[in-house]
């Protein structure tokens, strides 16, 4: 298939970035995204012009780099899936494609499609974790957990950490992936002992780190590669509620 790209390229976070046009024939449609990035990188490198900056590591779904806003939606416009994982069967011969970074204040462009995420290690930092008392291994089966409750929990800690609910949000909130790492805790017994603190250490950074606010459009979950739910908002929102209500932190 011949497609023509329409990608973003920015030099570093302080100059100003503007669409450049590039043309790729026979490109195959068994091609991931990436790879058909990777042809057109080694076209540029031919010609002795610089590839284009782009973050990827797993290229399995896994890891949450492939960070890229294909034709206006996070990862492309097929549901579910990364970047990594899209093919170029979803698109037709002779597309225009447009690729850009995720936007989002807390998100800064370091250069053509990378931005820092590191405000997200930063909320995890301020709380996404539980404290454990190291001494013997434990049984693994001694604090029995119902399995509606692990589904629960897993499917909260499914969240990537790709920002792409950031990127969707009209208001560039985090709430979802906020909500996500403190759901995966607050419902399982392992996850009680932090859990107000939790609550407020991250939604306070979250804060600090300039994220919008969550006006409950929906956009987060429906662009979400691994469907995280909205009631994990409402989940956050009770917890943060209940904190505030009862401690004097933060
Ligand atoms: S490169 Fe790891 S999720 Fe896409």
């Known amino acids: 298939m011949n497609i023509t790209l329409k990608v973003w390229r920015q030099k570093n976070s302080q100059s100003q970035g503007n669409l450049m046009e590039y043309k790729l024939n026979d490109i195959s449609p068994d091609m991931s995204f990436l790879e058909m990035f990777d042809v057109l990188n080694e ?18 779904g896994i890891c949450g780099m492939c ?12 549901g579910y899936t990364t970047t990594c994982q899209l093919h170029m069967r979803v698109f037709n011969d002779g597309d225009t494609i447009y690729v850009e970074p995720w936007r989002a204040r807390a998100f800064p462009v370091l250069k053509d499609l990378v931005v820092d995420r590191s405000s997200f290690d930063r909320i995890v930092q301020a709380g996404g974790y539980i404290s454990v008392n190291t001494g013997s291994a434990r049984d693994a089966n001694e604090i029995p957990i119902p399995k509606e409750v692990q589904e629960e929990s897993m499917d909260a800690a499914a969240c990537i950490a790709c920002g792409a609910c950031v990127a969707a949000c009209k208001n560039a909130s985090a709430m979802l992936f906020v909500a996500a790492q403190v759901s995966k805790f607050a419902v399982l017994p392992q996850g ?39 009631d994990h908002i409402a989940r956050l929102n009770r917890e943060y509620l209940g904190a505030k209500l009862t401690s004097n932190n933060v």
């Open 43 to 60: 076209d540029l490198q031919k010609r002795g012009e610089e590839p284009v900056a782009f973050d990827h590591d797993c290229r399995e």
């Open 67 to 78: 960070s890229m806003f294909i034709n206006g939606r996070p990862h492309g416009p097929q």
């Open 192 to 230: 009680q002992p932090e859990r107000q603190l939790r609550a407020e250490r991250m939604v306070a950074q979250m804060d600090a780190e300039g994220f919008g606010a969550c006006s409950f459009t929906g956009a987060c979950s429906v662009e979400c590669p691994k469907s995280i739910s909205l």
